[in-house]
């Protein structure tokens, strides 16, 4: 109602997004909303660098009069809201992210205890799911885990639903604007990392589906044709999501989305200009800039990566749990990409921290099963601020507080009981022969969309028979046999192959198709090349023990 009002009267209305993939596509969803309701908003995205995540009272000052929006923040913007209602604005919250708790002192029967309290920014509304979990009001919602995107695609699904008997040009306008919408979320549910289950995975299907048809911005159709994703080219009979996969959203199209905030301070608006451009021949140009930028960006990571991993060894913390880097002259976008980086490699949660001015800027990681924001909110007093969810959160921190940080946050994990997963043992789901691939596969693609909260079943494939091993670009393995099978960045340097000999090998990893103009083939994507000794061990039972718990659910 007060976004309908304020519509009606021709009010100033601005959205306050963030740098994100995520940020930046609820900014485009959003946005995309209210100009199709006749409103003119105003965007605005914090820069990365000089001003952080989230709505600052800063950009309040900016603001004259009317109504604010935020999307995929403002939950923990405590002053910022405050200092919008003192201004005379009317603010409306929009988020995902956990609440902010502070630790309150309790006197109960003469004992002094500590309990968090919950602190809600003073908005005029608030839309997130999370604040009616952890307040206990049961019902309002049927779903809880949407990313930023994805909350502020049901405000606009409210906002834009027609009448109950539209015409038939009405509907399908709304029809074509929500599938738009639709696209935008389901790239920002995957890239930011949400379970992939419940609503989420509707969004998901929905959204794939509206990228194969081309029923999205010139934007993004372009931004898919510049990662060779060409849906002209989806294999007869395919399932959109079997060929414009999670992968593809999340390892090529969503870093593309961060790359330019990651290297400029004001780069999340060129990202946000490409998702909402609608002229081609622009399109095609801003594509080619973000893809550029997204290929500066792996250089830089891949530079930082050497530095960072000697800091752990000459610091000796290859066995920390948690695992916090201080590396101090990192790029300032690139935190981040470390974190998620260690955090896989290492199976711990992961902090890992820069200089930034007068201050340090940290990026936290955790792998499924620890809740990173449950830790930070254990040592907040050691933090200047903080925020996020259980799977990655970003703090302030003064940099003589770190090495206090870090054991703090050791000996949280040891009371938590939060350890290292195991990397040294052998996990799968099911054991299969080559034979059965190609008739495993169509059932495993049914399966999907894979990600957060519900992963490709892992198969151990024994006595894989090959013709052919090659080195694709000096570090991917491709073995040639019935079923092909690719391992990326399995090889070492020089023509190491590893425990590929005699024509034969067993074989771990994931069934799916290779989709290459037009035809569909099935494919083994490798994730371990068993020795013979290690899988026999396995096998006799001397190296068996209960997966983890997550693992186990599957």
């Known amino acids: 109602d007060m976004i309908k009002t304020a519509v009606a009267k021709g009010e100033k209305i601005t959205i306050i997004g963030d740098y994100d993939c995520d940020g930046i596509c609820a900014s485009a969803i959003l946005s995309t909303a209210l100009l199709e309701m006749g409103a ?6 914090p820069l990365r660098f000089t001003e952080g995540y989230g709505m600052k009272p800063s950009m309040v000052e900016e603001i004259d009069s009317g109504l604010v929006i935020t999307v995929d923040n403002g939950i923990a913007a405590l002053d910022a809201v405050e200092a919008a209602k003192k201004k005379g604005l009317k603010v ?22 500590e309990t968090l309290s919950v602190r809600l920014p003073n908005a005029d509304c608030i839309i997130n799911p999370h604040v009616e979990e952890v307040l206990g009001i049961d019902g309002k919602y049927d779903f809880y885990d949407y990313c930023g995107a994805g909350v502020a695609l049901k405000l606009a699904e409210s906002l834009l639903c027609p009448d109950k008997e539209p015409s038939t040009e009405k509907l399908s306008k709304y029809i074509k604007t929500m599938d738009r919408l639709y696209a935008f979320a389901a790239l920002a549910t995957v890239a930011d990392v949400m379970p992939i289950v419940g609503d989420n995975r509707n969004i998901v299907i929905r959204g794939i589906d509206a990228m194969a048809r081309g029923e999205i911005t010139a ?15 989806m294999p007869d009979g395919f399932l959109p999501h079997n060929y414009i996969t999670t992968d593809v ?25 490409l998702l909402m451009c609608d002229i081609s021949r622009l399109a095609v140009a801003k594509a080619k800039e973000i893809v550029e930028d997204n290929e500066k960006r792996k250089f830089v990571t891949e530079k930082e990566q050497v ?39 290492y199976k711990v949660p992961v902090v890992v921290i820069n200089k930034d001015g007068d201050k340090c800027k940290g990026s936290c990681r955790s792998p499924e099963g620890a809740n990173i924001k449950a830790l930070l909110d254990a040592v907040q007093d050691s933090l200047v601020a903080y925020g996020g969810h259980p799977g990655a959160a970003g703090l302030t921190i003064e940099e003589s507080e770190i090495q206090n940080l870090r ?24 054991s299969v022969d080559a034979s059965e691939i190609k008739y495993i596969i169509p059932i495993i693609a049914r399966m999907a969309p894979f990600g957060e909260g519900n992963p490709e079943p892992v198969f151990l494939i024994k006595d894989y028979h090959f013709e052919d091993a090659r080195i694709l670009g000096g570090k991917h393995l491709k073995l040639s046999g019935d079923v092909s099978a690719i391992g990326f960045n399995l090889c070492g340097e020089g023509d190491a192959v590893p425990n590929v000999e005699g024509g034969c090998c067993s074989l771990i990893g994931t069934l799916s198709f290779n989709c290459f103009r037009g035809n569909a083939t099935p494919q083994i994507q490798i994730s371990i090349i068993p020795s013979k000794e290690d899988l026999d061990r396995h096998l006799n039972g001397d190296d068996r023990e209960e997966r983890p718990e997550q693992e186990a659910e599957r």
């Open 219 to 233: 934007g993004l159709y372009q931004l898919l044709a510049q990662n060779k994703i060409d849906v002209g080219h």
């Open 249 to 273: 959203l999340g390892y090529k199209i969503g870093p593309c989305i961060n790359a330019a905030s990651r290297l400029y301070d004001d780069g999340a608006y060129k990202a946000l200009s």
């Open 307 to 345: 530095v960072v991993d000697e800091i752990i060894k000459k610091d000796g913390m290859e066995n920390d749990c948690p695992l916090v880097v201080y590396i101090k002259d990192s790029a300032p976008g690139i935190i981040g990409l470390h974190a998620g980086r260690l955090c896989e490699q």
């Open 40 to 45: 003119r908003p105003v965007v605005r995205l």
């Open 407 to 430: 054991a703090r946050l050791i000996e949280e994990c040891k009371k938590q009981g939060i350890k290292a997963q195991p990397t040294d043992k052998i996990f799968y789901d099911f």
């Open 92 to 113: 409306i919250v929009t988020d995902h992210h956990s609440v902010v708790k502070e630790s309150v002192s309790v006197i109960r029967d003469g004992l002094v205890t």
